[in-house]
């Protein structure tokens, strides 16, 4: 099996880029390295303004319940979010 096959069958094939999280040593930071690297590579915040990282967290959370049926806490969701957005794309 090819590396590409290999990716396809681990999940969506972006974002894979191994990425180096800001702050990678702070709880927000391991938050998101953990919950969001399940299905794929944790995302770059700067893939997305703060403006867009809600809509695209609220998505994540029915990914997550639909395919792992794991939940993302009110709790988490409001951590992962307020790193997200503070370190979001600034354009
Ligand atoms: C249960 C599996 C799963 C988990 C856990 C997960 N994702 Fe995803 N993610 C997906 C799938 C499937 C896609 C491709 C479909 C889509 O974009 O909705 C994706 C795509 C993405 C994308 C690229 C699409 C875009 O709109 O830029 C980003 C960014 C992303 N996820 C961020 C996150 C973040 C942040 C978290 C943690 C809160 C997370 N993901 C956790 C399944 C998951």
Redesign the pocket.
Known sequence: MGLSALLAAC??S??VAKVQLPEADSPAARL?AD??G???AP?DPR??SAEEWPA??E???V??VR??N?V?SDEETRV?LEY?TRHGRKS
């Open positions: 999940g969506p972006e974002p998101v919950r969001c399940r299905c794929h995302p893939r997305h695209v967290v998505r994540m959370r990914h997550m395919q792992a794991e993302l992962v997200l």
